[in-house]
Nanobody, 124 residues
Framework: QVRLVESGGGLVQAGGSLRLSCAAS????????MGWFRQAPGKEREFVSY????????YYADSVKGRFTISRDNAKNTVYLQMNSLKPEDTAVYYC?????????????????WGQGTQVTVSS
């Protein structure tokens, strides 16, 4: 079992930065691939970024590539999403998720545990 709690969301002007954190509890965290997803009002949940359990493999959605950076600290049971050069279209609820199977995935339905989400609002 893995419990996930996101933090770090808020209101920021376009061009600004935020750092999201996802604190995990549970003995399997260090072996869990992790993802960040987001969902804007009226839209489906979409992939943002992925990091393998070791941190050695990362993926990004094209819309955030070059602006967002995912990382993890297994000693602290925490995954981070550094978001720079934020745009109004980045406004959404951001969720972290953990996957039991140790393989790469960008598909929300292939993740087993989810946090409650944190709101990110970017004003123009």
């Amino acid at each position: 079992q893995v419990r996930l709690v996101e933090s770090g969301g808020g209101l920021v002007q376009a061009g600004g930065s935020l750092r999201l954190s996802c604190a995990a509890s549970g003995r399997t965290f260090n072996r869990s691939p992790m993802g960040w997803f987001r969902q804007a009002p009226g839209k489906e949940r979409e992939f943002v970024s992925y990091v393998s359990w070791s941190g050695g493999t990362t993926y990004y959605a094209d819309s955030v590539k070059g602006r967002f950076t995912i990382s993890r600290d297994n000693a602290k049971n925490t995954v981070y999403l550094q978001m720079n050069s934020l745009k109004p279209e980045d406004t959404a609820v951001y969720y972290c998720a953990a996957r039991i199977i140790q393989s790469d995935s960008m598909v929300p339905t292939e993740y087993d545990y989810w946090g409650q989400g944190t709101q990110v609002t970017v004003s123009s």
